[in-house]
Structures are given as structure tokens and as C-alpha cells.
């Protein structure tokens, strides 16, 4: 945005009486850990997005069958361990030590990396920075999770995203020091929750980025609202993100999207 740009919407906000939003520095958050390069969702590859200096990693949490909370993304087991079922039918030691399968752009190196628990991500996140964790299940989570955070969370920041709209507000109650973000992908969806999450204590959205515009990032900024936004890749729409004043951007490659975007 250039200079002039910002002075002519400086004086429109002053005209209408209107709070000029504060945009702050991008944050690059590692989607499901540096997953480009690591087994998504493994201890290695997060640690590996903590060692390229990511601001947060981002990863998933669901729940097995014996109520144990595990990061794992698919609701079926094939793509990612070749087994049969769901996480949610299977107990943990059914899964404990099962080789998570390399992706086409993961290094050898890190065949091997097996399921972990979120006990054991909590574990090793640096001061300073931010473990994302997305809740792929509804709110019966929320018990099991709660225990989890306040047995093992020591040290840095950790922050709530999900899909189920009652998951996130119930994150919210339970937690409600730590950061929940609603995650949407179409506008449809985000339009129906757009009023209740302007006056909710949800600290923000997070989005699809083919569906944010600078219009809907000014909206939710005007009420104290955050926008993030997932999964980009190109180094084109991260800075169309950063332009329109995006918080935060979720990617695959967070050392090279941040190095293409800042040369």
C-alpha cells in the first residue's frame, strides 16, 4: 500500500469517524510443521519450523479411541499410517510407533517419524512463540484437551483454531487467555458467522486466503479482530496478504515464503 493510499484512507476514517485499523508486522506460522520437508504433524517437523525461526507452528489434534490426544490431520488412518479405520475407533498403542509415511518433497532422513502426542509438542515450544493447535473434532475434546494444557504447556504461547463454530466458542470459555480463531473457507459460511464472531470474545478469524479481501480484513480489524490466513504457498498471494493487512500467514515453506517475500 503505497503512501498516498494511506493518507487518503487516513482521511476518509477521520470524515466518517471511524477507528483506523492497526496493522502490525506478518507472522509466518508452518503449516503442520515444516511439513514440505518432515512428515506433517511430527515431532521432527516441528521442531525443524521452531529451528527456521517460524513465528508459530501450526498443527492438528484429534482424539483416539481410549481418549488420548494425538496430532494427526485425516479423520482415516490410509494416507498417512496405511492402516484401516479411524483415529477415533483406534486405541493409541495401536498407532504408537507406526512410521507416519514420507510425502513426495519430505527428506529421507526422516523416515521413521511416528504419531505423536500433543503432551510431547507442548514440550518444545520456544519462549516466544506459538503453537497453533487446530481441533478436528468437536467440543467432547475439550475435557481431555483441558488436562493436556494444564499438565504440559510450560513454556511459550499456544493458540485455538477449529471449523465447528461451537467447538471455538466452547475453546474460548474454557480457555479464555488463550487466542481461538474461527477457521472458514467460503464466504457463505463466513457471512452467517461474521456478526456473532464480531461480538464474541474470539480473537479472530482464520482463512481460506482465496476468499479474503481487503474490505473483510478491514471489517474484522475495525472491532479489534485479527485475520489469518491458510495455506499460502506463492510468494504473489503472500504479498497480497501482507498488502490488505493479513496478521498472520499459515504456509507449507516458512523459511523460503518469508526470505521470497522480504529478499
Keep these: 500500500m503505497g503512501l498516498k493510499s494511506i493518507i487518503i484512507l487516513f482521511t476518509l476514517f477521520i470524515i466518517l469517524g471511524m477507528e483506523m485499523p492497526v496493522f502490525g508486522q506478518?507472522?509466518?506460522?508452518a503449516h503442520r510443521g515444516a511439513s514440505y520437508l518432515a512428515p506433517e504433524n511430527s515431532l521432527a517437523s516441528i521442531q525443524l519450523a521452531w529451528d527456521l525461526d517460524s513465528d508459530g507452528v501450526e498443527c492438528d489434534i484429534m482424539l483416539t479411541k481410549d481418549k488420548k490426544i494425538v496430532l494427526f490431520h485425516d479423520t482415516k488412518m490410509q494416507r498417512l499410517l496405511g492402516l484401516p479405520g479411524s483415529i477415533a475407533d483406534t486405541a493409541y498403542d495401536k498407532i504408537k510407533g507406526r512410521p507416519i509415511k514420507l510425502a513426495n518433497t519430505n527428506l529421507e532422513k526422516y523416515q521413521g517419524e511416528t504419531v505423536p502426542l500433543l503432551s510431547e509438542a507442548l514440550a518444545i515450544i520456544p519462549e516466544n512463540k506459538?503453537?497453533?493447535?487446530e481441533i478436528k473434532v468437536g467440543d467432547e475434546i475439550i475435557?481431555?484437551?483441558?488436562?493436556?494444557i494444564t499438565d504440559h504447556w510450560k513454556s511459550g504461547k499456544i493458540a485455538f483454531i477449529a471449523f465447528d463454530y461451537n467447538t471455538i466458542l466452547e475453546a474460548k470459555r474454557i480457555f479464555p487467555d488463550v487466542p481461538c480463531y474461527y477457521l472458514s473457507s467460503n464466504l457463505e459460511d463466513l457471512y452467517q458467522h461474521m456478526g456473532s464472531i464480531i461480538t464474541s470474545n474470539l480473537d479472530g478469524v482464520d482463512l481460506n486466503h482465496k476468499i479474503i479481501t481487503k474490505d473483510i480484513v478491514w471489517r474484522f480489524k475495525r472491532e479489534g479482530k485479527e485475520v489469518w490466513c491458510w495455506t499460502v504457498n506463492d510468494p504473489k498471494d503472500a504479498k497480497r496478504m501482507q498488502e490488505i493487512g493479513v496478521s498472520c500467514i499459515t504456509t507449507d515453506r516458512p523459511d523460503w515464503l518469508k526470505k521470497e517475500l522480504n529478499p
Design 143 to 148: 475435557p481431555s484437551l483441558k488436562k493436556e
Design 130 to 133: 506459538t503453537l497453533v493447535i
Design 26 to 29: 506478518l507472522e509466518f506460522i
